[in-house]
């Protein structure tokens, strides 16, 4: 079966957007960065967090977004 990230990797043009909870979004970092599955609590992931991944050449890249700062009350 295939991933819902490869499938709209693969049968996107252009841009998409892929909303997740944090925990999905650092198993997806994780693949991405080649990185252990049993590490994902060390990928940073904020609670609103924005991350730009870009696939170019045959590689991902991941960029953080410059989200605004927020404040907690």
Not at 31 to 49: C, F, H, R, S, T
Request: aromatic share 6%; glycine share 6%.
């Amino acid at each position: 079966m295939q991933s819902a990230f490869d499938h709209v990797s693969e049968n996107t043009k252009g841009c998409a957007a892929i909303v997740a909870h944090s925990g999905v979004n650092r198993l997806l970092l994780c693949k991405i960065a080649g990185i252990p599955l049993n590490e994902k609590k060390k990928m940073g992931q904020d609670y609103a967090a924005v991350s730009i991944l870009v696939y170019k050449d045959g590689m991902w890249t991941v960029h953080e977004h410059p989200t605004r700062k927020r404040s907690h009350v």
